[in-house]
Nanobody, 123 residues
Framework: QLLLVESGGGLVQPGGSLRLSCAAS????????IGWFRQVPGKEREGVSC????NYADSVKGRFTISRDNAKNTVYLQMNSLKPEDAGVYYC????????????????????WGQGTQVTVSS
């Protein structure tokens, strides 16, 4: 069974940091492109970052860093200088085909999704 499990979410003050983890089981994560998305109520899920190459949404460039530990079969999203607008449920997703490419932020580029982890940025 192919499974993605996110963790690391929580409540943080503006300017703070969190590191999200996306642990994979049932497949070799390094063989897939892995994306991070976030969603807030009433809005579509938006792409935050992708790794095969590395891509970032303009809103998080310079603050977020995506990385992969193949030995642990885990992808991380280090989030620094968090802003209230960064809040939401963060999902990781795995795509079987292709690199991140120009369509990396499309949910249709991914085949498997985790259950999400909540990030709240508030003072």
């Amino acid at each position: 069974q192919l499974l993605l499990v996110e963790s690391g979410g929580g409540l943080v003050q503006p300017g703070g940091s969190l590191r999200l983890s996306c642990a994979a089981s049932g497949f070799i994560l390094g063989s897939y492109k892995i994306g991070w998305f976030r969603q807030v109520p009433g809005k579509e899920r938006e792409g935050v970052s992708c790794i095969s190459s590395t891509n970032y949404a303009d809103s998080v460039k310079g603050r977020f860093t995506i990385s992969r530990d193949n030995a642990k079969n885990t992808v991380y999203l280090q989030m620094n200088s968090l802003k209230p607008e960064d809040a939401g449920v963060y999902y990781c997703a795995a795509g079987r085909y292709g690199l991140c490419g120009s369509a990396w932020s499309s949910i249709r580029a991914y085949d498997y999704w985790g259950q999400g982890t909540q990030v709240t940025v508030s003072s």
